[in-house]
C-alpha cells in the first residue's frame, strides 16, 4: 500500500505529492501550523487525506500543547481547529474530521480526563479516522468493482487514488478492486491541468500496479468518445450536496458533459465524508481559487504574457443529471439523488472493519 500520511512518535510524515513522480520525499510535520502548510501547498491534497491530515494535526497540537488544564486546552483546540479550516475550503471531509476531533475532545473533557489523557484520546481518533477510510475504500471497491465491465477502458480525472484518501482509493479503489477480482481494465487518465494530479500521480499508481495506463492532455476525452475508446468514466468527489451534485477536480464537469453526449456511464466514487447533506445543492458550494502562479508557470518557468489575467479555480460542480451513480462504502446511490444519498447517509452505522 502507498504511504500517503502516517503518525510515528508524535510526527505526521506525508510523502510530498508535489514532487511525485521524480522524487520519493517524505514531509515530517510537528506542529499544527506546519500540517495546515502541508495541507494549503498541496504537500498532501484529496479529500479524504486532507481530512486525516486535519485529524493528526489537531491531535498533534493537543498532545504537544502545555495548556496547564481542560479549559485552556480547549481555547488551544479551537484555535488549531480554526487554522485547520481555512486551508483549503471545498473539500468537506476536512470539516466533517475538525468535527470528529471537537466531539472526541468534548467526550474526554465531559469525562473529567487530564489534559493528557484528553491528547492520547484524540491521538486515537485521528488514528480511527485514518484506518477508517482504507475500510471504506475497500468497501467502496467491492460494490464499485460491479459496474467495471471486463475489458473496460476507463478514464479518470484528477487522482482519487491512494495519494488522496488513507490509502486504496476511491475512483482508483474501484479499479484497484476490479482487478483484484479478475478483470481485464485500460485506464486513461486526464492529465489534469494546471497541478497534473493525473498525468503524475494516477499513472504513477496504476504503473505501479501494472495497471494499463495512458495519459492523455483533459482535451483529447471528447475524440476518444467519440470514437468508441472510452467505455466508462469514474471519478472521485470533494464533496455532494444533499441533492446529488458534485464538487470535484476542475474538469470533471467537461467529462460528464462529454460522457452523456456519448453515452458512456459516468460514476463518482466517495466515502459517506465526503456527502454533505446541509449543503442543498452545487450553488452552494464553495469553490477555492489558488495561486494565479499555478496557471501562469511551468515550475519556474512563465508560460503566460505579463498582464493577461488568469483564472484558476481548482474544483467546478458537476450537475447530478449527468452521474449514473455514486459508489459509496455503504453501496451505489442512483437518482433520485435527494432521496438515495439522504437514506444512505440516515443508515445506522455498523462498525467499520480497520484490521
Ligand atoms: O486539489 P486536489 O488534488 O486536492 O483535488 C482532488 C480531487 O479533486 C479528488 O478527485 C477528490 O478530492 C477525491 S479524492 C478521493
Not at 4 to 11: E, F, R
Request: net charge neutral.
Amino acid at each position: 500500500m502507498l504511504p500517503t500520511i502516517d503518525w510515528q512518535d508524535d510526527v505526521v510524515i506525508m510523502v510530498d505529492q508535489r514532487k511525485l513522480p521524480s522524487q520519493e520525499l517524505y514531509v515530517r510535520c510537528r506542529t499544527p501550523p506546519e500540517v495546515a502548510k502541508a495541507i494549503r501547498t498541496m504537500v498532501i491534497r484529496g479529500a479524504p487525506a486532507i481530512g486525516v491530515a486535519a485529524a493528526m494535526g489537531i491531535a498533534l497540537g493537543v498532545k504537544r500543547s502545555k495548556a496547564k488544564g481542560t479549559p485552556q486546552l480547549a481555547v488551544e483546540l479551537q484555535k488549531i481547529c480554526t487554522l485547520m479550516a481555512a486551508t483549503r475550503p471545498t473539500a468537506v471531509n476536512l470539516f466533517w474530521a475538525i468535527d470528529r476531533m471537537k466531539k472526541a475532545f468534548a467526550e474526554g473533557a465531559q469525562s473529567g480526563e487530564s489534559p493528557e489523557e484528553i491528547g492520547e484520546r484524540l491521538e486515537a481518533e485521528a488514528r480511527r479516522i485514518h484506518d477508517e477510510d482504507v475500510a471504506n475504500c475497500r468497501a467502496m471497491g467491492q460494490h464499485g468493482a460491479t459496474i467495471v465491465p471486463d475489458g473496460a477502458r476507463v478514464l479518470t480525472h484528477c487522482n482519487a487514488g491512494a495519494l488522496a484518501t488513507a490509502g486504496y482509493g476511491s475512483a482508483l479503489g474501484v479499479l484497484r478492486a476490479a482487478v483484484e477480482h479478475g478483470k481485464r481494465i485500460a485506464v486513461f487518465a486526464d492529465e489534469t491541468r494546471p497541478f497534473l494530479q493525473g498525468a503524475r500521480l494516477t499513472a504513477w499508481e496504476l504503473v505501479r500496479e501494472g495497471i494499463e495506463t495512458t495519459v492523455i492532455t483533459e482535451s483529447m476525452a471528447g475524440p476518444l468518445m467519440r470514437d468508441r475508446e472510452i467505455d466508462l468514466a469514474i471519478v472521485g468527489a470533494d464533496r455532494i450536496a444533499a441533492n446529488g451534485d458534485v464538487a470535484n477536480k476542475i474538469g470533471t464537469y467537461t467529462v460528464a458533459v462529454l460522457a452523456r453526449e456519448h453515452d458512456i456511464p459516468f460514476y463518482v466514487a466517495a466515502p459517506v465524508s465526503t456527502i454533505d447533506i446541509s449543503t442543498p445543492d452545487g450553488a452552494h458550494i464553495p469553490i477555492e481559487e489558488r495561486d494565479q502562479r499555478e496557471v501562469s508557470h511551468f515550475g519556474a518557468s512563465r508560460v503566460t504574457p505579463e498582464g493577461a489575467r488568469i483564472r484558476n479555480p481548482a474544483f467546478d460542480v458537476t450537475p447530478h443529471r449527468y452521474i449514473t451513480g455514486i459508489i459509496t462504502e455503504r453501496g451505489i446511490c442512483h437518482p433520485p439523488y435527494l432521496e438515495s444519498l439522504r437514506r444512505l447517509v440516515q443508515q445506522p452505522l455498523s462498525p467499520v472493519r480497520t484490521g
